[in-house]
């Protein structure tokens, strides 16, 4: 947990010198660029995917498509725009092979729902804390669409063995889930079963807006579906009432062009640092108010913080406020962002309560216990509880040198850094973790400390 010794593979924090400033283009979504490769590779010919995200977890999973006989390649447009293409297959892969994912736990769930589709038998494995969080509900699930999946080693776990030969489909009743990625998995790869899946919320879904947003990219595809209720209205935070029924019928899945707009996940740091420092205005590029991703729920949020959140042109314009202040907030829908508004709730004064968390133990670390461990270590106050968090804001007050543990975690890694901006003499351990969802943290940071 957080330390204070010394640390040669440490990475200091910058402090920010003078308010930030400008547009910023942020990279593409993880959450969409993973979608976007699923369809495509169940599509017949060859998709193009504009502006994926070059970050660890979609490359594993880009190389796992690989391995499973689709061709892919990656290119740079004369402009210097990433493109990625891939030719599917048409709902027929080979198999035979052994794919290690890395950390992803997207990529895992995704692709071991693609391997049911695979000639021959798929193992998919994983490094790290992925090898411990939750396949079990999974794997139960792609057994009643009749699918064969054996875990080899711990229940429940990675590695799993997916025997292939095609996936039958057929209803589904599913009540709470640990995680939404299988459902959103067996939603894309529905299109190319054998009979279509019909899915039954027997209780609200978990991290609602992934599967709405999942439903959306099936649209952009060309994938038909249908549900009892229509989707809430993009860029709402309350949610409302979604759909309890969706119907996926087996289909033919053609190849389209997915632009990917940037990363909602990754703007929400740039945009809590322009909250934090004060006298910063920022433009995020690319992205708008009523986006789908559910972390744009998080950067409205920052208003409940202080910030001033409104459309701009070409973008979404964060400006700092007159102070932080603490805020009570419902994560159910972006539980990704906690990491980041704790941190923020650390420089108010007063208590913030975050609830909806349930999610967050079985994340790529338990990030409960990973906020409240760090945010004590720089002399703040938090408690936590099996899916709620308290923060005791302490305001400007500066602290001691200290060292933050990341716990092989990205979200927290981006978190703490986004506050050293304006909490002096803080360094992070495992600087890397972060090239997980986002290679190019630090050297924007570093430009954000400069107010560039």
Not at 184 to 213: D, K, N
Request: charged share 20%; net charge negative; with cysteine.
């Amino acid at each position: 947990m957080p330390q204070s010794e010394s640390n040669p593979t440490a990475r200091p924090v910058p402090t920010a010198r003078e308010p930030l400033s400008g547009r910023w283009r942020l990279p593409g979504s993880k959450s969409l660029t993973q979608r976007a490769m699923i369809l495509s590779s169940i599509g017949r010919g060859r998709s193009r995917i504009v502006h994926p995200l070059e970050a660890d977890d979609p490359l594993h999973l880009l190389d796992g498509l690989g391995q499973l006989g689709l061709l892919v390649e990656r290119e740079t447009d004369a402009d210097g725009t990433h493109v990625w293409s891939i030719t599917g297959g048409g709902g027929l892969l080979d198999g035979g092979v052994r794919i290690d994912v890395g950390e992803g736990g997207t990529g895992a769930r995704f692709l071991t729902t693609l391997a049911t589709l695979a000639a021959a038998p798929v193992v998919v494995e994983g490094q790290g804390r992925l090898r411990e969080r939750p396949m079990g509900e999974g794997v139960e699930m792609l057994a009643t669409l009749g699918a064969t999946v054996d875990a080899l080693e711990q229940q429940g776990c990675l590695p799993l063995r997916v025997s292939g030969g095609g996936l039958e489909g057929g209803g589904l009743v599913v009540g709470t889930t640990v995680s939404s990625q299988f459902l959103s998995a067996i939603l894309l790869v529905a299109a190319a079963s054998r009979r279509g899946v019909r899915i039954e919320l027997a209780a609200p879904p978990t991290s609602a807006p992934y599967l709405w947003m999942t439903l959306d990219m099936l649209a952009s595809a060309g994938v038909a579906w249908t549900s009892d209720r229509p989707l809430p209205r993009p860029g709402a935070d309350d949610a409302g009432e979604g759909p309890s029924v969706i119907e996926v019928p087996a289909q033919p899945v053609h190849a389209r062009v997915f632009e990917i707009e940037p990363d909602a996940s990754s703007a929400l740091f740039t945009a809590a640092a322009a909250l934090l420092v004060p006298g910063s205005r920022v433009v995020l590029e690319g992205l708008t108010l009523d986006s789908r991703q559910p972390d744009m729920q998080a950067i409205r949020a920052l208003s409940r913080f202080g910030a001033s959140v409104s459309s701009a042109s070409g973008g979404v314009r964060v400006v700092s406020g007159a102070a932080v202040v603490p805020a009570s907030l419902d994560c159910r829908g972006m539980p990704d962002a906690v990491p980041m508004l704790a941190a923020i709730a650390h420089r108010a004064v007063g208590r913030s309560r975050f609830t909806g968390l349930a999610t967050l133990r079985v994340k790529e670390s338990d990030r409960i216990e990973a906020i409240v461990s760090n945010l004590r270590a720089i002399g703040g106050e938090a408690e936590g509880g099996p899916d709620w968090l308290e923060v005791g804001g302490i305001g400007d007050v500066a602290g001691a040198p200290v060292m933050v543990d990341p716990c092989r975690d990205h979200r927290i890694a981006m978190a703490f850094a986004t506050l050293g901006l304006v909490r002096p003499g803080m360094a992070v351990a495992d600087p890397g973790c972060v090239s997980k969802s986002d290679p190019g943290f630090w050297e924007r940071l570093d430009r954000l400390a400069a107010g560039a």
